[in-house]
């Protein structure tokens, strides 16, 4: 990070958005997802472990969106998917409002449930060619039995489309019938119809065109201020995260490596990971990048089956000392609210 | 010597139930050997299918380019014979597209797919070209390189298929990549890795390259020139310091006044382009960003404001160019 950026990032660290309470909502405490990899198709048996998620600790507080961010296949989606309970976690707890819901009995899943929605990245899948979208918005409503009657979920759907920026006459188009954007603007009023507490964003912007982005970016923060709603933002855009998140958690190959306020993480990372990472964002301004240096993190992305021992980020790091091969550093605070997961800082 | 590709008043439509999409309506640019040029601007402005005008990959029934010429090397591409088009993207002309599944094929390992284009093309033994594209693979950071090549593509993850694409574009040696948002699907990273080879060799084999992206900061960094799309035409063009610093079309100021920057203060709130992109099929014969232009004047409705010379290798189409578009500080 050049000096220009720290400054700037500075000059704004005090400024607060939407309402953030003390009130903890989710915390997730030594979470691990191992997926078995087995051979042998008529007696099969396991030989390896992708050690997906392997413990991993943070929380969120009600109102905050904390931003989870790292390289591509490091567990961010996994992490999300656990917590919606799409999958069934190895180890750790996932306590929400206090309760473990790895330990719920299935009425209680589904009510916890109701209260977690999730954003997917690509608007062009997550959506049911064959049906209308209308009935996309309006299935959940049906089937929970939440809006029995035809007309009033009509009614809740179109303000549903017209809280998104979307005219009520969509409900009853084909998802091939809009664009990328439209189609994004439908899974977030999909996610809102069922009046949840907590959204999981997963690349939920990533595949837009930048104008339509920051619409639906500003769409995301008036519903977050105007629904007191609580995001788990997964990105690999940087610039967005550090537009929208109050804390930022860096994630490599399984790990939580470190975790900030927004302003602190981008104006002082500390793991050489998290400098590398932020580095490597080019800036739209050709002057300026034409004499800043890249450092690029060398070596290629390790397997999560065969995770390095130590620090797993310690082939890579520029900073390694010998004792990183043994030993798996601390995920330590090492200022208030700061953590760090390396020996070297 | 002339450019290496030139693009001469392009028109590429689709006869479609619902009108006629004038995906491409009169696109002229240059690129020389060497180059990066940098095709930026709004979902649906024909950025694609401009450059698979360029291959001649445009489906046909509904699609067709219906005028102007493309040069490559002084062939015109548009309308020479399949054989040479296919020899052509083949060896010369290689292309990294947009999803990179829908052009990997499933039934082929990673490995056949690299090598089979060497073998036809470059004249490699079948040993030759398997080590070559283990090399290509560990080149874009995959990992176990060795193992991956007899891995099929439903094996590796999105990023990593799209870096498949990018070595498989480089297989060949060709003179002109065209990148159709390479490095969307990928984390920043890597995403710089990639860029920072691919740049190096476009400096150090002379290779040109087309790149498609909404990334400001990619383009930024890597293009020497700019062209900015809407609507089916380039808006504004010139070298990248005159269209980040003294942008000269409202649509180009919108777009970049639309992306939160690292390296600016955190603003409260987003400044995006209002309002929905245009329907490619109800085109009037004026600005085709006057719903949204907050700078529209009577005039704008009249006629397609031309491109026009700003200065030095800039030009712009918007009626107000010359004038101060002061309010709007950047
Ligand atoms: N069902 C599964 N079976 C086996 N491996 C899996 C499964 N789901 C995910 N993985 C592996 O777990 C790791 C983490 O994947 P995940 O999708 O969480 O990554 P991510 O951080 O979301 O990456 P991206 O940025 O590319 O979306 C990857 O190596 C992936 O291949
Ligand atoms: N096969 C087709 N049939 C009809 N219309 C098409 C077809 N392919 C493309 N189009 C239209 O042509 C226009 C230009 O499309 P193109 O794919 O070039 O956009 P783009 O600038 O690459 O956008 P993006 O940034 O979303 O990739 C769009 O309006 C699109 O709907
Ligand atoms: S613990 Fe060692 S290898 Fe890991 S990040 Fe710190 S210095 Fe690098
Ligand atoms: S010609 Fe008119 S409508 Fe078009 S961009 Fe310029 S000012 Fe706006
Ligand atoms: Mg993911
Ligand atoms: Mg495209």
């Known amino acids: 990070m050049n000096e220009a950026q720290a400054q700037a990032g500075s000059d704004y660290g005090s400024q607060f958005r939407g309402q953030v309470s003390n009130e903890t909502l989710i915390t997730v405490k030594g979470l691990k997802m191992h997926f078995p990899i087995t051979e042998g198709v008529l007696v099969p048996r396991k030989v390896a472990d992708v050690k997906a998620v392997d413990g991993v600790d943070f929380f969120i507080r009600k109102g905050e969106t904390l931003g989870l961010v790292g390289e591509s296949g490091c567990g961010k989606t996994t992490t999300g998917r656990c917590i919606l309970r799409l999958e069934d976690p190895t180890a750790g707890e996932i306590l929400y409002d206090g309760k473990d819901i790895c330990q719920l009995n299935n009425k209680e899943l589904i009510d916890v449930r109701k209260k977690i929605q999730v954003i997917f990245q690509d608007p062009y899948s997550s959506l049911n060619p064959r049906m209308k979208i209308g009935d996309i918005i309006g299935e959940p409503l049906k089937v929970h039995g939440i809006i029995p009657d035809e007309a009033k979920r009509r009614e809740r759907i179109g303000y549903l489309l017209g809280r998104c920026g979307l005219h009520p006459d969509f409900a009853d188009r084909y998802p091939h019938e809009m664009s990328g954007g439209q189609r994004q603007r439908v899974g977030i009023a999909r996610a809102l119809a069922m009046e949840p507490e907590f959204i999981i964003c997963d690349e939920a912007v990533s595949a837009l065109d930048v104008s339509i982005q920051a619409q639906v970016i500003n769409l995301l923060e008036e519903l977050r201020d105007e629904f007191k709603l609580t995001y788990l933002f997964i990105s690999h855009d940087l610039s967005v995260v550090r537009h929208i998140c109050h804390r930022v958690a860096v994630m490599y190959l399984g790990h939580m490596v470190e975790l900030a306020d927004c302003d602190e993480l981008f104006d002082h990372p500390m793991h050489p990971y998290s400098q590398a990472l932020l580095n490597a964002v080019p800036i739209p301004d050709p002057d300026l990048e034409k004499t800043r240096a890249h450092t690029i993190i060398k070596g290629e992305i390790p397997s999560p089956i065969n995770p390095p021992p130590g620090c797993v980020f310690h082939p890579r790091c520029p900073l390694a000392v010998d004792s990183c091969k043994k030993n798996i550093p601390d995920f330590r605070e090492v200022r208030p609210g700061h953590w760090v997961a390396c020996t070297e800082v | 010597m002339g450019a290496l590709l030139e693009i001469d008043n392009l028109q590429t439509h689709f006869f479609t139930s619902g009108g006629t999409v004038k995906a491409v309506d009169g696109v002229s640019y ?17 950025k694609s299918v401009t450059a698979l005008s360029i291959l001649r990959l445009i489906p046909k029934p509904p699609g067709e380019i ?39 094929n499933p039934v082929l390992s990673i490995g056949m797919q690299l090598t089979e284009p060497m073998i036809a093309h470059m004249g490699m033994s079948e040993a030759e070209a398997r080590e070559r594209a283990v090399k290509l693979l560990e080149m874009v950071g995959i990992n176990e390189p060795r193992r991956r090549v007899d891995q099929y593509p439903h094996h590796l993850s999105g990023g990593m298929r799209q870096r498949v694409m990018i070595a498989m574009s480089l297989a060949c040696e060709p003179k002109l990549i065209i990148a159709d948002e390479p490095t969307t699907a990928l984390d920043v990273t890597i995403q710089a890795q990639i860029l920072e080879l691919m740049k190096n060799l476009t400096r150090d084999l002379g290779v040109a390259m087309i790149i498609i992206t909404h990334n400001l900061g990619v383009v930024a960094r890597y293009a020497d020139r700019v062209n900015v799309m809407y609507a089916g035409r380039i808006v504004e063009t010139g070298v990248a310091s005159d269209i980040y610093h003294r942008p000269r079309h409202p649509y180009t100021l919108a ?44 005039k704008c409705a009249e006629s397609f404001p031309p491109l026009e010379e700003m200065g030095g ?11 101060s578009l002061a309010e709007i500080e950047l």
């Open chain 2, 30 to 46: 240059d690129v020389n050997a060497g180059e990066t040029v940098a095709v930026v601007g709004e979902s649906g402005s024909g």
């Open chain 2, 66 to 104: 219906v005028g102007g010429e493309i040069r490559f090397q002084g062939k015109n591409l548009a309308f020479c014979s399949e054989d040479e088009i296919r020899e052509i993207r083949g060896r010369d002309i290689s292309m990294i597209f947009q999803e990179p599944m829908t052009s990997l």
């Open chain 2, 255 to 298: 777009l970049l006044k639309s992306v939160p920057r690292m390296d600016r203060p955190r603003q409260a709130k987003l400044d995006p382009v209002d309002g929905q992109p245009p329907d490619l099929t109800r085109l009037d014969g004026g600005c085709s960003f006057r719903p949204r232009c907050k700078f529209a004047i009577d």
């Open chain 2, 313 to 323: 290798q800039h030009y712009s189409a918007c009626f107000r160019s010359k004038e």
